[in-house]
């Protein structure tokens, strides 16, 4: 499995922008796809984005498409979730994943969006 710790949550007004960024160590994941989920209060955990190691992007929840860039730097070993336009909704904790075998996850971060 790979360490996965997440950075840059935090408080922000509807209309702003956060991003969110993730830190693999130990077994360098740059061969495996990388994800960010989002957990909304009361609500199972959700995919927000993916991205596999040639930079194909996926984008599964419509709500976040064109508001949503994920990236990565594989020479880095970082991952990126820039959000823009953020509203009430995209309020949770964030996750990323990598998709070891088992998955590998960070203990996740609180992005709180104020309407």
């Known amino acids: 499995q790979v360490t996965l710790v997440e950075s840059g949550g935090g408080l922000v007004q509807a209309g702003g922008s956060l991003r969110l960024s993730c830190a693999p160590s130990g077994r360098t994941p740059s061969t495996y796809a990388m994800a960010w989920f989002r957990q909304a209060p009361g609500k199972e955990r959700e995919l927000v984005a993916a991205?596999?190691?040639?930079?194909?992007?996926?984008y599964p929840d419509p709500l976040v498409k064109g508001r949503f860039t994920i990236s990565r730097d594989n020479a880095k070993n970082m991952i990126w979730l820039q959000m823009n336009n953020l509203i009430f909704e995209d309020t949770g904790v964030y996750f990323c994943a990598a998709t070891t075998s088992p998955w590998s996850w960070g203990q996740g971060i609180q992005v709180t969006v104020s309407s």
């Open positions: 991205i596999a190691y040639n930079g194909y992007a996926n």
